[in-house]
């Protein structure tokens, strides 16, 4: 009898996943591996996209290259999981399961920001930076925010990266001297586990002339008036706004009854559910890391190998730790990286300072999973 793994959502969790239990179980899987999409992107080339260096067509990896024994990719929308049965129905039809894991990520949603779909721009979808791709480059005078809404929000590291990339894109262009930049964010400084790293990058904002507003977020927009209104009801005019929008699980996930106070509540050390053989990863829980690829690919790292013990009889995987490396575009074409451990003791973060062979690692970490994953 072949073990029946249905895998919900084909990001960072679910790809991971699929390619670990393919490796090791070949033929002897019957997985299903379940995306509305059909494609994948790194959350980092959103910001490629955003600044003009890379179309979206060119970002994208397509699943149908997914050619991997015992596993099975269908582009099918999921309309229903019932977790006690481990049944799961999608627009084409219904999958019962051994195992069912979840990794169907976040959504946003940017009615939760009044004034952000009228009057601002969000930067975490491909509507977003394609919209902003055409108005970034009309804008050169006046007052850029790039403002937080809302925790938790995916890859902490995101709107620093984008404050100082888009104050290159003004420089290239000429016009950075008629232009401020404002960066709001809910935390004391912009890396909370690391003090290092979070050091480096308000000297970087200090060197570019971007003003850091720690501590606060951006609660609206009014478009009328062109300002930002903060959670303490201060106001700030701004001419282009580039938001991180209130992050959600899926309709499809809160729908499920699985959800504890908005995610997916899991064990952290081996990612169950408390439903028996329903296993969640990644942005969907409330696991207790960042929302970001590399920390839903090592839960997904876990999971597999649970998974594999059961089938095959080996060793159970140490407790899931939550170790991760973040790397941040400072800018220039420079690369920084920060190690984070979070779920051995209280977080704790590496810095690496930027340098060329960490630009190549960032290449690299791209092209492995495009190989491993797709064949590519
Ligand atoms: C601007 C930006 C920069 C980022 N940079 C980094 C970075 O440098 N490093 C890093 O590690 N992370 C980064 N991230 C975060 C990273 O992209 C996410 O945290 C990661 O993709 C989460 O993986 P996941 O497997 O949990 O979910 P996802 O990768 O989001 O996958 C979930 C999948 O579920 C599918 N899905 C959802 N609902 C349904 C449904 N009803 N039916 C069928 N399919 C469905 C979706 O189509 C999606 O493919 C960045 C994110 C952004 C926005």
Not at 156 to 161: L, N, Q, W
Not at 201 to 230: Q, W
Not at 232 to 242: T, V
Not at 340 to 348: E, I, K, N, R, S
Request: charged share 20%; proline share 7%.
């Amino acid at each position: 009898m072949k073990l029946r793994v249905v895998v919900l959502g084909a990001g960072f969790g679910g790809l991971e996943l699929s390619t670990i239990l393919s490796e090791s179980m070949g033929e002897t899987l019957d997985l299903t591996l379940i995306d509305k999409s059909d494609s994948f992107a790194f959350g980092f080339s959103k910001l490629d996209v955003m600044f003009g260096r890379k179309p979206v067509e060119a970002v994208r990896l397509h699943y149908k290259n997914i050619l991997k024994p015992g596993v099975d990719f269908r582009q099918e929308t999921i309309t229903s999981i019932d977790p006690k049965s481990r049944r799961v129905t999608t627009g084409h039809g219904t999958y019962e399961a051994d195992i069912l894991v979840i990794a169907l990520g976040a959504d946003y949603d940017i009615s939760a920001t009044p004034g952000l779909a009228e009057g601002g721009n969000e930067f975490y979808s491909f509507a977003g930076v394609e919209q902003l791709s055409k108005l970034i480059p009309a804008f050169s005078k006046g007052h850029a925010i790039v403002g937080v809404t809302s925790t938790p929000f995916k890859c902490p590291p995101a709107p620093s990266e984008a404050a100082l990339l888009l104050h290159d894109h003004l420089i290239k262009r000429g016009v950075r001297g008629d232009c401020e930049i404002s960066l709001v964010i809910p935390f004391g400084i912009p890396i909370p586990p690391s003090p290092d790293t979070s050091k480096a990058l308000l000297k970087a904002f200090s060197e570019r002339g971007i003003k850091f507003i720690p501590n606060r977020r951006v609660s609206s927009l009014d478009p009328k008036r062109h300002v930002v209104i903060l959670d303490n009801d201060d106001e700030m005019p701004y001419e282009l706004f580039l938001g991180i929008p209130k992050h959600r699980v899926p309709d499809v996930v809160a729908a499920s009854g699985m959800t504890y106070q908005g995610w997916i509540p899991v064990n952290p050390d081996d990612l169950t559910t408390e439903f028996p053989g329903v296993y969640a990863v990644g942005d969907v829980t409330s696991v207790g890391t960042p929302k970001a690829g590399i920390f839903a690919e090592g839960a997904a790292r876990t999971v597999a190998a649970a998974i594999i013990a059961n089938a095959q009889g080996g060793e159970h995987p140490e407790p899931y730790k939550g170790i991760g490396s973040c790397y941040i575009e400072f800018g220039a074409e420079r690369v920084g990286r920060v190690d984070v451990v979070f779920l051995a003791g209280p977080p704790t973060g590496y810095y690496f300072e930027p340098s060329d062979e960490l630009v190549r690692e960032k290449q690299h970490f791209g092209s492995s999973r495009r190989a491993r994953w797709f064949g590519l």
